[in-house]
């Protein structure tokens, strides 16, 4: 299946694995190339040797295409770019919008650009500033979300951008994917179904937690660092959703204290890092402390397995997955599913 996505990134199938923190890693992206599919490497979670080292380890596994996934507000962002343009890496993804001399220095490496936004003004924005394709979340992804459901936004960018528009947010077979195409999308991103694939180094524990969670399991919640973010509803989160500011605050700092142990961060960076977050947003100085651990705190439920310490950041499609396919398995199942949807509409 040939879409301007395809041809842009020098895939064989319209469907992008999504850049998790402490999940892609170069054993799931190069599982999702080898696919046939775009793998992208989460990078904010790792020290910039890390990065260089993750990358080269995928360019070992698998000679196909696969991106990056950067921070443009990082302190080191510049060092981050000079990696993915010196190790040949295809495309450069990003959370946040990157300014428009970052987009250019990466084409003009010959880099392709894509970001990902939550509306249709910020797709403009990229599009404007020169990024090559766009992937658009709406509020049934995981993680950082916003209130606006992907069948009613993903439309809007697409009428509003000229370049290739990627769907995200619940995604996870091939109906989806043919609904992503009629809506004018040229492919789709998922996250949690690749989180959920026997390929993902997530400890098996965490994935059964997954795998038993319904739709309603799967919640948006403010009480972690501030932000609307969807994730699966624990006992944890319920507790940080009762605490009150006193009582939150303690929890909080109790909770640094452990994750400060395993980050190695010291307190002034904690809250460095967690100020940045607060800036412009109305936090409580609980959730400056968890946000500043954010990563630790998915950390360890996705690397450690601590369910009862971490969060889980899930799409709303954790409710209707049932399986753990290889990657190979599932983007197979995905283009029959989608090639069976599109034989079986009704002609005209």
Not at 228 to 248: D, F, I, K, N, S
């Amino acid at each position: 299946m040939k879409t301007a996505l395809t041809e842009l990134v020098g895939v064989e199938h319209p469907i992008v694995q999504t850049g998790m923190g402490w999940v892609a890693g170069p054993r799931l992206v190069s599982a999702t190339a080898d696919a046939g599919a775009l793998g992208i490497l989460a990078s904010a979670t790792m020290t910039v040797p890390e990065l260089r080292s993750a990358v080269r380890e995928v360019k070992s596994r698998t000679d196909r295409p696969f991106g990056v996934n950067l921070r443009a507000d990082a302190g080191d962002a510049r060092e981050r770019v000079r990696i993915v343009v010196e190790e040949g890496v295809k495309v450069a993804s990003f959370a946040l919008a990157p300014s428009r001399e970052l987009i250019a220095e990466l084409k003009d490496a010959g880099v392709v650009v894509i970001p990902s936004v939550g509306a249709r003004r910020h797709a403009e924005k990229v599009a404007a500033w020169g990024a090559d394709a766009v992937v658009v979340q709406g509020g049934e992804g995981g993680g950082h979300t916003g209130e606006v459901a992907t069948s009613v936004l993903l439309p809007q960018v697409v009428d509003a951008v000229d370049i290739p528009v990627i769907a995200a947010g619940g995604f996870h077979d091939g109906r989806g994917l043919v609904a992503a195409l009629a809506y004018g999308a040229a492919g789709v991103a998922m996250g949690t179904r690749f989180l959920l694939t026997s390929d993902s180094t997530v400890p098996d524990a965490v994935k059964a937690k997954y795998l038993a969670a319904t739709v309603k399991d799967v919640t948006v919640t403010t009480a972690v660092d501030g932000l609307p973010h969807r994730m699966l509803r624990t006992e944890m989160v319920a507790e940080l959703e009762r605490a009150g500011r006193v009582r939150g605050l303690a929890q909080a700092v109790r909770r640094a204290a452990g994750f400060r142990r395993l980050s190695g961060l010291s307190w002034a960076a904690m809250v460095r890092d967690g100020l940045a977050m607060r800036h412009g947003k109305d936090l409580s100085w609980s959730q400056v402390l968890l946000a500043a651990n954010t990563p630790m705190l998915l950390k360890a439920s996705m690397v450690e397995g601590r369910t009862d310490l971490g969060v889980m950041a899930s799409g709303q499609v954790a409710g209707v997955i049932e399986d753990l396919p290889s990657c190979a398995e599932l983007v197979a199942r995905i283009m029959s599913e989608a090639a069976h949807v599109l034989r079986t509409l009704p002609s005209t």
